[in-house]
């Protein structure tokens, strides 16, 4: 939602995403590389989709058509830097996209973490009129551009460190490059810039010495952390990055009454949303949407992806759920895997080394050992025993297998599909079933035993 300051002129948000990251050692353009599992850019737009912007524009280079073709879900409008020639010189390929009325919002591909709120109260210390600039302290702020003030602590001017006197390297507050500014005036000053500098780069921040000469209100505000204004540029700080991203939600789960055991191990990707008394150990990743209901613990070692938890169910350590539906006061795990389609019912138990595929489990039914049911419906109160395979798959086609309430499966049964298990049927151990198994019977397969006396085993040539 846009804060009250924007409502009084339109917002347009200019991402600049054009740089080449030389130091990130890839093939991967820089704003691509992984953050949390999302790339750079796609948080940058996540954020800027919270802001109400009347429209946004993402300013790319190299790699282009990869940038483009990861964000291709995004609305945005597309402006190609065909030479990096600085920040300055990216803004101005824009500039045509810029409506006069509008307010400018400029924001980088490679500074991931910058959150809503800060923008929105940059936004409402900018007016419609006036220049909101971030600004950061930084120890040591090498490789920052400073922050020059006047006598009346008034900004006067960004320099670039490369530029700076000995003096001007001394000051700690630093240009983040991200600032708002009204549209007509930043195109009329984008037309002055010059390259009379180290770099021989358009500078964007040479702007603020123009403003101040033209005595348009420059309002900074200070960022609340600095991990939110800090960009990426090699491994090293996309990794620094990734231990704040970390840090940041699991503190968010600690303020909503979850349990981390310890909150330095956790990986949380995504939305999750947690019930009351929810239990998180170590080494958890969490890649959403997850919703855990209540009382539910999750043991170490444990990946979700995109499932749902009913209350007072325990998963156990190393277990992978991934797509999956898990009802109330299920036993998950160790060693267990939920893969896309599996839905389980409340009361269900699922032991170690047992992997589940497009499979429904009705209430209280258990496999506990060792098993693989796919494309399977499962009735209520079944048991499976150890070793059990649901035969689905004949090479071109995937088949069902059914089971009816109450059933029991033997040890070492496989099931070839298309079959069905009729309900309160019991299935032999070791038994190879092909064909329908009737209700209430027992079933059962086995080749005859044969013993061979006075058989000699194999030996080797010496």
């Given at each position: 939602?846009a ?5 009084t002129?339109?917002?347009?948000v ?12 890839s093939?991967?353009?820089k704003?691509?590389?992984?953050l ?5 850019l796609q ?5 800027t ?10 300013v ?5 058509e990869?940038v ?9 409008g ?6 990096q ?7 101005q ?16 591909g ?10 929105q109260?940059l ?23 400073r922050?020059?003030?006047g006598?009346h602590?008034q ?5 670039e ?6 003096r001007?390297?001394k ?8 600032m ?7 195109k009329?000053w984008l ?12 500078y ?14 420059i ?18 700080q ?5 231990g704040?991203y970390r ?17 330095a191990?956790i ?5 999750v949303?947690?019930g ?18 209540d ?15 009913g ?8 277990s992978?759920?991934?797509q ?12 267990a895997r ?13 032991g ?14 258990k ?5 693989y049911?796919g ?15 649901t035969?689905?798959y ?11 309430d ?11 599909a ?15 079933i092909t ?5 209430a ?20 040539k010496?």
């Amino acid at each position: 939602m846009a804060s009250k300051a924007s409502a009084t002129a339109p917002l347009t948000v200019l991402i600049l995403a054009a740089g080449q990251g030389k130091r990130m050692n890839s093939d991967l353009p820089k704003v691509l590389q992984p953050l949390a599992g999302r790339a750079l850019l796609q948080h940058v737009l996540d954020t800027t989709a919270t802001l109400g912007a009347a429209a946004v524009h993402v300013v790319y280079g190299h790699g282009g058509e990869a940038v483009r073709a990861a964000c291709a879900g995004a609305n945005v409008g597309w402006i190609h830097q065909a030479e990096q020639l600085g920040t300055g010189h990216a803004v101005q390929q824009a500039a045509p996209h810029l409506p006069d009325a509008h307010r400018v919002l400029i924001l980088y591909g490679d500074v991931p973490l910058i959150r809503p709120a800060t923008l929105q109260a940059l936004l409402a210390a900018a007016g419609a009129q006036g220049i909101g600039l971030l600004t950061a302290n930084f120890t040591p702020p090498t490789g920052y551009g400073r922050i020059v003030r006047g006598r009346h602590g008034q900004v006067l001017r960004i320099v670039e460190e490369r530029d700076a006197s000995v003096r001007e390297r001394k000051l700690s507050e630093c240009n983040t490059g991200i600032m708002v500014l009204p549209a007509r005036a930043l195109k009329r000053w984008l037309k002055q810039l010059k390259n009379a500098n180290a770099q021989r780069e358009y500078y964007l921040t040479d702007i603020i010495a123009l403003a101040v000469k033209d005595r348009v209100r420059i309002t900074p505000l200070l960022a609340g952390a600095s991990c939110e204004v800090l960009g990426v540029n090699d491994r090293l700080q996309l990794a620094t990055l990734e231990g704040a991203y970390r840090e940041q939600r699991a503190h968010e789960l600690l303020r909503a009454g979850v349990t981390l055991t310890d909150p330095a191990r956790i990986d949380i990707r995504g939305e999750v949303s947690c019930g009351r008394d929810v239990v998180i150990e170590p080494n958890v990743t969490l890649e959403g949407p997850i919703h855990l209901g209540d009382r539910v613990h999750i043991g170490p070692h444990c990946l979700l992806r995109v499932v749902a938890i009913g209350a007072d169910t325990h998963i156990k350590s190393h277990s992978v759920l991934e797509q999956a539906q898990v009802g109330k006061r299920c036993q998950i795990g160790p060693y267990a895997r939920l893969r896309p389609g599996a839905q389980l019912h409340e009361d269900v138990h699922i032991g170690n080394f047992v992997e589940i595929k497009q499979s429904e489990l009705g209430a209280g039914s258990k496999a506990n050992h060792l098993t693989y049911l796919g494309d399977a419906s499962v009735g209520a109160g079944v048991n499976v025993g150890a070793g059990t395979i649901t035969c689905n798959y004949d090479g071109a086609n995937k088949w069902r297998t059914e089971i009816g309430d109450d059933a029991f499966i033997g040890s070492g049964t496989m099931l070839v599909a298309p079959v069905r298990i009729g309900k309160g049927a019991t299935i032999g151990a070791g038994s190879t079933i092909t064909s329908d198994a009737p209700e209430a019977q027992l079933t059962l397969e086995r080749s005859r035993q044969l013993s061979i006396a006075h058989w000699q085993r194999p030996t080797k040539k010496k």
